[in-house]
Nanobody, 119 residues
Framework: QVQLIESGGGLVQPGGSLRLSCAAS????????MGWYRQAPGKQRELVAT???????LYAVSVKGRFTISRDNAKNTGELQMNSLKPEDTAVYYC?????????????WGQGTQVTVSS
């Protein structure tokens, strides 16, 4: 079993910055893709950014140039640096990871962390 624990959410004014962190723990060999998703009230969960184990990244158009995803493969952690935040970035942010287990690989979700952008 794999646990993903997010931290770093909170309230920030428009134009401000926040850094989210995700730590993976449990019985797995390694993490393949690690990413961030978000879900605003009344909307579907959407991809924000992902990073594979080789460092390749994918960003949603709405956050490209403002958000930066990173990870530490040795520590099984990931981060999302969010700059120039806008009210429309307000959402619950979830960490998602694909972990290699004894029995194969599987996807896991964190519990989510609230990000609120408001003046």
């Amino acid at each position: 079993q794999v646990q993903l624990i997010e931290s770093g959410g909170g309230l920030v004014q428009p134009g401000g910055s926040l850094r989210l962190s995700c730590a993976a723990s449990g019985s797995f060999f390694s993490i393949n893709t690690m990413g961030w998703y978000r879900q605003a009230p009344g909307k579907q969960r959407e991809l924000v950014a992902t990073m594979s184990s080789d460092g390749s990244t994918l960003y949603a158009v709405s956050v490209k140039g403002r958000f930066t995803i990173s990870r530490d493969n040795a520590k099984n952690t990931g981060e999302l640096q969010m700059n120039s935040l806008k009210p429309e970035d307000t959402a619950v942010y979830y960490c998602r990871a694909n972990a290699n287990l004894y029995s194969g690989s599987n996807w896991y979700w964190g519990q989510g962390t609230q990000v609120t952008v408001s003046s």
